[in-house]
C-alpha cells in the first residue's frame, strides 16, 4: 500500500519562505515521478510542480516559476517544495501526488499522479 505524506505547512508573511517535504513509501520511489499541487479556498486544485524519477527535470506552473524550487532525495524517499518569496495569493492546502510513471508531464493533469497525500495547509499573510 503507498502511503504519501507532506508536511511543513503553516504561516508566513508575505515575501517569506517555507520548504514542504513529502515522504513516500509503498513502491520504488526512485521510479516515479513526484509532484505538488495546491488547491486554494474556492478554486479547482491546480499543479504546482513536478520532478522525474532522477531529480534531472523539472517542471513549474508560470505562477510559481522562479520563487518555489522542487527537489528530491531518492535515498530519503523524499521530495521537497522550497517556497520563497510567498504572496498572499500562494495560500492554499499543497497536495504532493507520487507519478503513475516516470515522467510527468501537465497535459496529463491529475490522471498523471497516481497517490495522494491528504495536503498540508499553507497561509501566507498580508
Known amino acids: 500500500q503507498v502511503h504519501v505524506v507532506e508536511s511543513g505547512g503553516g504561516l508566513v508573511q508575505a515575501g517569506g519562505s517555507l520548504r514542504l517535504s513529502c515522504a513516500a513509501s509503498?513502491?520504488?520511489?526512485?521510479?516515479?515521478?513526484m509532484g505538488w499541487f495546491r488547491q486554494a479556498p474556492g478554486k479547482e486544485r491546480e499543479f504546482v510542480a513536478a520532478?522525474?524519477?532522477?531529480?534531472?527535470?523539472?517542471y513549474y506552473a508560470d505562477s510559481v516559476k522562479g520563487r518555489f524550487t522542487i527537489s528530491r532525495d531518492n535515498a530519503k524517499n523524499t521530495v521537497y517544495l522550497q517556497m520563497n518569496s510567498l504572496k498572499p495569493e500562494d495560500t492554499a492546502v499543497y497536495y504532493c501526488a507520487q507519478g503513475a510513471g516516470s515522467y510527468y508531464y501537465t497535459q496529463m493533469g491529475d490522471v498523471g499522479m497516481d497517490y495522494w497525500g491528504k495536503g498540508t495547509l499553507v497561509t501566507v499573510s498580508s
Open positions: 509503498g513502491r520504488t520511489f526512485s521510479s516515479y515521478a
Open positions: 520532478v522525474s524519477y532522477s531529480g534531472e527535470i523539472t
